[in-house]
């Protein structure tokens, strides 16, 4: 059993911030890449940032400088630093974690977390 307790989710106003944090814990092996992805109203989900576990990212044109992903190997956790906060962020923030089992014949999967919701009022 694999699980990614997402936190840090809230209500803000615009130019505000927020972090997120999530934290992966069961049967782990290893984790490669760790992510965050939003889906808003109406919309398909997105990816908003990723890192992988050497520590590459890469951000969605949207969030490019304005939000920081990272992450900490030995604890399976990733984090957003989210700043600058405007009201097209407002969505469903889901952790991702792209990780293969330590049971014997696991494959990479990837995994969800249930979601934190981030409003940012203008």
């Known amino acids: 059993q694999v699980q990614l307790v997402e936190s840090g989710g809230g209500l803000v106003q615009a130019g505000g911030s927020l972090r997120l944090s999530c934290a992966a814990s069961g049967s782990i092996f290893i984790i490669n890449r760790m992510a965050w992805y939003r889906q808003a109203p109406g919309a398909q989900r997105e990816l908003v940032a990723a890192v992988t576990r050497g520590g590459s990212t890469n951000y969605a044109d949207s969030v490019k400088g304005r939000f920081t992903i990272s992450r900490d190997n030995a604890k399976n956790t990733v984090t957003l630093q989210m700043n600058s906060l405007k009201p097209e962020d407002t969505a469903v923030y889901y952790c991702?974690?792209?990780?293969?089992?330590?049971?014997?014949?696991?494959?990479?999967?990837?995994?969800w977390g249930q979601g934190t919701q981030v409003t940012v009022s203008s």
């Open positions: 991702n974690a792209y990780l293969i089992r330590a049971i014997i014949g696991s494959q990479w999967n990837d995994y």
